[in-house]
T-cell receptor
Framework: DQQVKQNSPSLSVQEGRISILNCDYT??????FLWYKKYPAEGPTFLIS?????DKNEDGRFTVFLNKSAKHLSLHIVPSQPGDSAVYFC??????????????FGKGTKLSVKP | DAGVTQSPTHLIKTRGQQVTLRCSPK?????VSWYQQALGQGPQFIFQ???????QRGNFPDRFSGHQFPNYSSELNVNALLLGDSALYLC??????????????FGSGTQLSVL
C-alpha cells in the first residue's frame, strides 16, 4: 500500500508558465516532506522541504505548499524553464523513522518543459 | 569536493549469484543509506549505517546485508539474487544520524540486471 502517491506520471508545461506537481500521503504520522529532482543517469538531488508546522516554504522559483487536513502537498515552479525537465519525487518521513535516511518516496512525476 | 560515488555503474548477474555494491559518501558525511529503485517506482529504503552499525532497516529480506567501514564507506551485499532484484541501487549520505533536517546526497547509482 503506497503511503506517498504521485498520481500524475507526467506533466508537460510551456516555458515561462507555472508547473504544479502534486503529492498525496496517507500516513498521518508523516511530519517532514521533501521534493527531489532526478535527471537521467544521475542520482536524485534535494530541491526543497517543508516541516508539518508550516504550510508554505519558498526557495527562489520553487514553492512547496502543505495542506495537512487534506494530506496533500504541491510543488510550484514559477517560471518553468527547459532545464527543469526531470523526474520529481515527493518524499516523506515520520518521527519514528529517525534521520532523513529513512524516506518514503512516491513514484515520481516526469516534468517536460517545452521551449 | 567529491560527492557520493558508487561502483560499479552497471552490473549483470545471474539468478542465485551474489553481488557487492560499493559507496563512498560525500566528504565529511558519516551516515550512509541504501535505496532500491525498481523501474517506474520511487526509491525504496533498504537500510542505513552509522558508526559501522545498521541503524534502521526497511522491508527487505535478510538476503540484503551491508557493512560500513571506519572511513564511512559502505557496501551493499545481495545474496541468492532473484530476477526481481533487478533495479537501480542508490546510495545516499548525510552528515549525521538522528537529525531529521539533514539533507540526503545521492550517488548516481548502480544499475543491477539479474538474468
Amino acid at each position: 500500500d503506497q503511503q506517498v502517491k504521485q498520481n500524475s506520471p507526467s506533466l508537460s508545461v510551456q516555458e515561462g508558465r507555472i508547473s504544479i506537481l502534486n503529492c498525496d500521503y496517507t500516513n498521518s504520522m508523516f511530519d517532514y516532506f521533501l521534493w527531489y529532482k532526478k535527471y537521467p543517469a544521475e542520482g536524485p538531488t534535494f530541491l526543497i522541504s517543508i516541516s508539518s508546522i508550516k504550510d508554505k516554504n519558498e526557495d527562489g522559483r520553487f514553492t512547496v505548499f502543505l495542506n495537512k487536513s487534506a494530506k496533500h502537498l504541491s510543488l510550484h515552479i514559477v517560471p518553468s524553464q527547459p532545464g527543469d525537465s526531470a523526474v520529481y519525487f515527493c518524499a516523506a518521513s515520520a518521527p519514528y523513522g529517525g534521520s532523513q535516511g529513512n524516506l518514503i518516496f512516491g513514484k515520481g512525476t516526469k516534468l517536460s518543459v517545452k521551449p | 569536493d567529491a560527492g557520493v560515488t558508487q561502483s560499479p555503474t552497471h552490473l549483470i548477474k545471474t539468478r542465485g549469484q551474489q553481488v557487492t555494491l560499493r559507496c563512498s559518501p560525500k566528504s565529511g558525511h558519516d551516515t550512509v543509506s541504501w535505496y532500491q529503485q525498481a523501474l517506474g517506482q520511487g526509491p525504496q529504503f533498504i537500510f542505513q549505517y552509522y558508526e559501522e552499525e545498521e541503524r534502521q532497516r526497511g522491508n527487505f529480506p535478510d538476503r540484503f546485508s551491508g557493512h560500513q567501514f571506519p572511513n564511512y564507506s559502505s557496501e551493499l551485499n545481495v545474496n541468492a539474487l532473484l530476477l526481481g532484484d533487478s533495479a537501480l541501487y542508490l546510495c545516499a549520505s548525510s552528515l549525521r544520524w538522528g537529525l531529521r533536517d539533514e539533507k540526503l546526497f545521492f550517488g548516481s547509482g548502480t544499475q543491477l540486471s539479474v538474468l
